[in-house]
């Protein structure tokens, strides 16, 4: 179970991850600190492994970086769900194995900042327990599946080359 971020249409990745520090190496827990800095100086703080953001449209639109997928997936972040995605900031979450969910924006109303949810990938369900409502998503399917379950794209073709 985790805690919903809420945040509005169009975040960029120069929002989700500072472009300042776009050139400076860091591990992934320096990252993670520095995680939606610019748009919630709480986030960093306060994120919670197992937490999810719900947002608008156009969520990670901007420059191809991985650092704004990364940095959220070592903050602690278990999936983004969010009524569009820019293209390539969504396969970036796909390759990292953070789950992108698109969902409706009436279903992205329903969920407030604070709101503790439990979310069944596998299945496609998220539930909100706050406030006592499900909703369902196509789960993904095939190798999509198989790159999340194993943590990201270089997890998967390693479990693939080394025979799981």
């Not at 776009?22 to 995680?35: F, G, L, N, P, R």
């Not at 940095?71 to 900031?89: M, Q, V």
């Not at 789950?99 to 299945?123: C, Q, R, S, Y």
């Not at 409502?133 to 599946?145: D, N, R, T, W």
Request: proline fraction near 2%; charged fraction near 30%.
């Amino acid at each position: 179970m985790g805690r919903v971020w809420k945040y509005r249409d169009d975040v960029n990745t120069d929002v989700i991850f500072p472009g300042k520090y776009t050139y400076k190496i860091m591990s992934d827990e320096e990252m993670a600190s520095h995680a939606l800095e610019d748009l919630d100086e709480n986030f960093a703080k306060n994120v919670k492994n197992g937490d999810v953001i719900v947002a608008g449209k156009n969520w990670g639109y901007g420059s191809s970086r991985e650092q704004a997928v990364k940095c959220l997936k070592a903050a602690g972040i278990k999936a983004i769900i969010a009524e569009s995605f820019a293209r390539i900031y969504y396969r970036n979450c796909i390759n990292l194995g953070l789950p992108a969910i698109t969902l409706k924006h009436k279903d992205i109303e329903k969920f407030d900042a604070g709101d503790e949810v439990d979310l069944d990938i596998e299945n496609g369900v998220i539930e909100n327990k706050t406030k006592d409502f499900k909703i369902h998503f196509p789960p993904f399917e095939g190798y999509v599946m198989d790159i999340i379950r194993a943590g990201g794209i270089i997890e998967y073709i390693r479990e693939q080359v080394q025979g799981k």
